[in-house]
């Protein structure tokens, strides 16, 4: 993905974290990790243990000395913070930081997001940098996220308003929907069989009753499994009742 934000890592105090931030990152198909400063230096081991899979984002990340250096080719920076910090800056959600973000790429600009130290997150003066501040809304009396935890959420909702997102699917398997024809001689297996025994009683109701069903068949999202399975059911069913007793 050509545009996308970049994540600025301030200060990561374990490679583990670090690993664990850049496979929630590929996760999401971002690739673009700065850190600054890391505590235990770099290259760190224990990062490539835990990225699992996502390790050409630790050969490719950048490393700072300092957040300014981190943030200065770019114009937006986000700030997450669980913490009010009694400073005069606009406050979004991560759904709406990622949708500004999105926005602001798309117009040409270039945007970072910082994620601070796990042990207690980022610094007022590297706040002060920032542009706007995310804040997860998240249980008060228990604000702390990990530190891939939220990069992760940001970068879900970051996925979410820059790639197709399917809400909602049901999957067929392989043999996929049952057509309408198939469907339709199903109903005619079950009103003959049905017929037989008779359950279209009274006379006079057995059209409507015929109808009803046909409708109810038509409901169903049937796959061409289904269609197998519910005439085999009814044949057995025929068998055992035919059969010896």
């Not at 496979?23 to 235990?40: H, I, S, Y």
């Not at 809304?137 to 959420?153: G, H």
């Not at 006079?204 to 999202?221: D, F, G, I, Q």
Request: contains cysteine; hydrophobic residues 45%; charged residues 25%.
């Amino acid at each position: 993905m050509d545009r996308q934000p970049v994540f600025v890592l301030v200060r990561p105090q374990m490679g583990e974290n670090i690993g664990a931030a850049a496979r929630a990152m590929w996760n999401f198909g971002l690739d673009r990790m700065r850190l600054v400063a890391p505590r235990d230096g770099w290259p760190n081991p224990a990062a490539g243990a835990t990225a699992s899979g996502a390790g050409r984002l630790l050969d490719a990340a950048q490393i700072y000395d300092d957040t300014a250096a981190a943030i200065a080719d770019v114009t937006h920076v986000y700030a997450t913070t669980a913490r009010p910090r009694g400073m005069t800056t606009p406050v979004m959600s991560p759904e709406r930081a990622m949708a500004d973000a999105a926005r602001r790429l798309a117009a040409g600009e270039r945007v970072a997001v910082l994620f601070g130290p796990e042990r207690a997150g980022l610094e007022n003066d590297d706040i002060a940098r920032a542009n706007t501040i995310v804040t997860v809304p998240v249980n008060p009396e228990f604000p702390s996220l990990n530190l891939a935890q939220c990069v992760l959420l940001t970068g879900y909702e970051w996925r979410r308003h820059t790639a197709d997102v399917t809400h909602e699917a049901v999957v067929p398997g392989p043999d996929g929907w049952a057509e309408a024809g198939e469907v339709a001689r199903l109903a005619e297996h079950y009103e003959a069989r049905l017929e037989e025994a008779g359950f279209f009683f009274p006379a006079h109701k057995a059209e409507s009753m015929r109808r009803n069903l046909r409708n109810l068949w038509s409901r169903m999202p049937l796959t061409k499994a289904d269609v197998r399975i519910f005439h085999g059911i009814l044949r057995q069913l025929v068998r055992h009742r035919d059969g010896p007793r």
